[in-house]
């Protein structure tokens, strides 16, 4: 395989009601004694794939001005706990000698304001941008309903004059060993990023579709369900796709990925 190195982008925390993560009904015993609700810290990632044909950022992570760019009601409700000048998108790619314009393809698992962040880093040298069509489309209509939905319209317009390529497929091989599958379950459009590398080692980058590991063993979502139907059927297929030899998975919010994988400028082979 022509992949030789995966860069792991540490773009720092938000905390979370575990709720949105995991199913976490209420009793009516909790009515009537409420319990403290759980909060997590979760990470924010991105990451960086080279290839003998080009390099490739997997979404973008979080601006470094969020509390000037994001709504208020997205501050509430999923807090910046922890950034700072380290975790910005230029110096995070500064420890692997990258300048934004050295990258060739932004892959996007979905367009949520988690993942879209530092766009502007991005527009001069325009790289295409590889997001799905039905992500695209829904994110516009519900920015243009006015619905209350983690799209960023300044993101979307950020997008508007760069480079899209929209993928119009359930499957996609970008380059020899970077393999795109639709999966949905969190958005229509969502994404998985399945890498190769030159080692035969596989990792499978799940995006939202999957936001902490448990999921994996309970097969279930709390609130940030969008699709039940995708969802629990294509878990199915994640969990097969992680038997394959040598394979693993990588989840953006992952609490503890960096007690399992190594940051920038450390590498995955």
Do not use: C
């Amino acid at each position: 395989m022509s992949v030789s190195k995966i860069y792991l982008l540490d773009h720092g925390k938000i905390s979370a009601d575990l709720g949105w993560f995991l199913p976490n009904p209420m009793t009516v015993e909790d009515m009537k004694n409420p319990k403290p609700r759980n909060w997590i810290d979760v990470s924010i990632m991105s990451a960086v794939i080279e290839h003998k044909d080009g390099v490739i950022l997997f979404d973008s992570g979080i601006p470094d001005n969020v509390n000037q760019k994001w709504p208020q009601i997205a501050l509430s409700v999923f807090p910046v706990t922890q950034f700072s000048e380290e975790n910005k998108m230029e110096n995070q790619l500064k420890k692997i000698g990258y300048k934004p314009e050295d990258i060739h393809f932004i892959i996007f698992s979905h367009l949520h304001l988690d993942h879209t962040g530092s766009l502007e880093l991005f527009k001069n040298s325009k790289p295409d941008i590889i997001v799905h069509e039905k992500e695209l489309e829904y994110a516009l209509l519900n920015v243009w309903l006015n619905k209350p939905v983690p799209y960023l319209l300044r993101d979307l317009e950020i997008l508007r004059e760069m480079n899209i390529v929209p993928m119009s497929t359930d499957y996609l091989e970008i380059l020899p060993g970077v393999e795109l599958f639709l999966i949905g379950g969190h958005t229509p459009g969502s994404i998985l990023l399945k890498v190769r590398t030159q080692n035969d080692n596989n990792y499978i980058f799940t995006g939202d579709f999957i936001h902490v590991p448990e999921e994996l063993s309970f097969e279930s979502k709390g609130w940030l369900l969008g699709n039940a139907e995708e969802y629990y059927t294509r878990i199915r297929l994640l969990k097969s796709m992680q038997k394959l030899p040598r394979t693993n998975i990588i989840i953006s919010h992952d609490p503890k990925l960096w007690d399992k994988y190594p940051k920038a400028p450390k590498e995955l082979k």
